[in-house]
Antibody
């Protein structure tokens, strides 16, 4: 059974830093594009970033480019999201998601999601 | 940036058919994927590549893509189908993912 589990959320100060983690199990992690998707309170889903199977390429939603960094460690079946210079508008549940198939390029769609980790940015 | 437009809400009586649309420019060049999200839970894929169903998703769920818009269709709606539904496309040129704003399905 495919499973994803996020961690690292909590309450953070504006201007601070957070590193979110996601561990995958039940599949060959290194074969899949991985992504982060967030959902602000009462709002819809917002794609944040993608990372290629070997970590050599990544893509970001325009509004987070420069502050967010996605990375992965295939030896630990893990993908990460670093957010610096935290803002109130970063408050959201952050989901880790796996591509539906082991595509050469892009995630296309998401067949598996983690339960999410909540990030709250407030002083 | 690419925008997907969904109706904010759709209401349907139990046993009836619900249709949720998703519109965007040049939709005929893209495939639509649909997710169901119940309160406090992660999204669940219900339709991919316009009209494919993942294992475990009831046959009551189907989709279509007219080239101008995609539609999620749920026949014989049940109370348990009440949820938010999101469409999603992948833009190959930019390798970015776009979600629609979501539609709240209410079962009367």
């Amino acid at each position: 059974e495919v499973q994803l589990e996020e961690s690292g959320g909590g309450l953070f100060q504006p201007g601070g830093f957070v590193r979110l983690s996601c561990v995958g199990s039940g599949f060959i992690f290194s074969r899949y594009w991985m992504s982060w998707v967030r959902q602000a309170p009462g709002k819809g889903l917002e794609w944040v970033a993608n990372i290629k199977q070997d970590g050599s390429d990544s893509y970001y939603e325009d509004s987070v480019k420069g502050r967010f960094t996605i990375s992965r460690d295939n030896a630990k079946d893990s993908v990460f999201l670093q957010i610096r210079s935290l803002r109130a508008e970063d408050t959201a549940v952050y989901y880790c998601a796996r591509a539906g198939f082991y595509y050469d390029y892009g995630a296309h769609y998401y067949s598996s999601w983690g339960p999410g980790t909540r990030v709250t940015v407030s002083s | 940036s690419y925008v997907l437009t969904q109706p904010p809400s759709v209401s349907v009586a139990p046993g009836e058919t619900a249709s949720i649309t998703c519109a965007g420019d040049n939709f005929g060049t893209k495939n639509a994927h649909w997710y169901q999200q119940k309160p406090g839970q992660a999204p669940v894929l219900v339709i991919y590549y316009d009209n494919d169903r993942p294992s475990g998703i009831p046959e009551r769920f189907s989709g279509s893509n007219s080239g101008k818009a995609a539609t999620l269709i749920i026949i014989r709606v049940e109370a348990g189908d009440e949820a938010d539904y999101y469409c999603q496309v992948w833009d190959a040129a930019s390798n970015r993912v776009v979600f629609g704003g979501g539609t709240k399905l209410t079962v009367l």
